[in-house]
């Protein structure tokens, strides 16, 4: 049974630390036993960056036949009310009233408008949820991450999740899909960079577009202007070895992990709620 | 003749990837009429890069195209992205059928 920890703090950089330990174990265990078995019992605190990424795992052994999958829900029992609330862990229809519950779907390859459909339900379900100052800062970003996930990953799976949080008026987004990954995207069109973490920077700064088209690119640069200029926020990207972490007002960090790499891009925005609406015609380039 | 398309009906309320885009103008360019009006009531919201396709489209398709109660939301990010084509010295021109200015609602 694998033993899940996690910080103590709200700091996400950290959680999302623990949770690659946490998928390198289950990859691991899944190997000699077919199985996997989770003892969330001592965890007090759980943030949505671990909850999205530790599901959409369980998701995948399950579609490779598992034997079992089990788990051992926290002794916190707010924690574990939580977690049965938001679906964890393969997902559930219904959400709260603060939170999008988790979100799995399988890329169907024969329907060119199931990214826009699936969006379009969540953001259905998240409008009642988020106050009227994010405007339609949300929807920009959503919009700009399904696309590019739609356009450039050729991924498989992907798995959603929001939650806003009314007391600390953030709201947190989650995103990850199994695609290529950006440098793998980047590989595939011969686009050069250092390391994993070097070729998350040149998306998110720089636009770099697969396509020889003008006016392509802005999609990943504007969320990050929008969410860390407009929104006060923080932008967590993973994709394979790369971590790319953005504060407002702070430069970026970039770190590389050699030993638990992603198989997929997650994205993670903690967004603030700002004071009065905002006009994201100010960041849209 | 002429026949028009409710957008919502076949996005939803937001237009968000670009490949939907492309499925639809697929659709409407199978179509025999000629003269088609897109009636984008409803739609509250349109991504930069769907918007960008959408007028990528509108310039190939042989279709007279013709919109119709365009908030004044959508209608930003059209306005944006025709800004941002023109200060990059785009190729794309854009056909201005006296009929065919975004409306608005």
Known sequence: ?285 | MRKEIILADNFGKNIFTRSSIIYFFKMINSLNEEVLTLNFSKIDFISRSCADEYLKQKEKTNKQIIERNISSEVSAMFRNVKNQHEHEGSKISFKTYPSSRLIPA
Request: net charge neutral.
């Open chain 1, 1 to 285: 049974m694998i033993k899940i920890v996690f910080p103590r703090g709200d700091n996400i950089l950290e959680h999302l630390h623990a949770t690659l330990i946490i998928l390198k174990k289950m990859d691991s265990e899944f190997k000699k036993t077919e199985s996997i078995s989770l003892d969330f019992s001592e965890v007090g605190w759980i943030i949505p960056c671990s909850i999205i990424l530790i599901s959409n795992k369980v998701r995948y052994f399950l579609e490779r036949g598992a034997k079992s999958i089990s788990y051992k829900p926290s002794l916190n029992q707010s924690v574990k009310k939580h977690m049965e609330a938001i679906g964890f862990p393969l997902g559930k229809k219904e959400d709260g009233n603060s939170f999008v519950s988790i979100k799995h779907f399988l890329h169907d390859k024969k329907d060119p408008s199931q990214v826009n459909k699936k969006v379009n339900d969540l953001l259905d379900s998240m409008e009642e949820k988020i106050p009227g100052e994010f405007g339609s800062s949300i929807k920009y970003i959503m919009g700009e991450l399904s696309d590019n996930i739609d356009d450039h990953s050729e991924f498989k799976s992907a798995s959603l999740m929001a939650q806003f949080f009314p007391q600390k008026k953030n709201i947190d987004i989650a995103i990850f899909d199994d695609g290529l990954t950006i440098p793998g995207v980047f590989e595939k069109h011969n686009i050069s960079f250092k390391n994993d973490s070097d070729s998350i920077q040149k998306a998110v700064y720089e636009g770099i577009t697969t396509k020889k088209e003008d006016s392509r690119g802005y999609g990943l640069r504007t969320c990050r202007k929008l969410s860390t200029e407009g929104l006060n926020g923080e932008l967590h990207i993973i994709s394979r070895k790369g971590i790319f972490l953005l504060k407002s007002e702070e430069k970026p960090q970039l770190y590389d992990i050699e030993d638990t790499p992603l198989d997929g891009t997650f994205l993670y925005f903690r967004l603030k709620q700002p004071n009065k609406k905002i006009d994201i015609y100010k960041y849209v380039e």
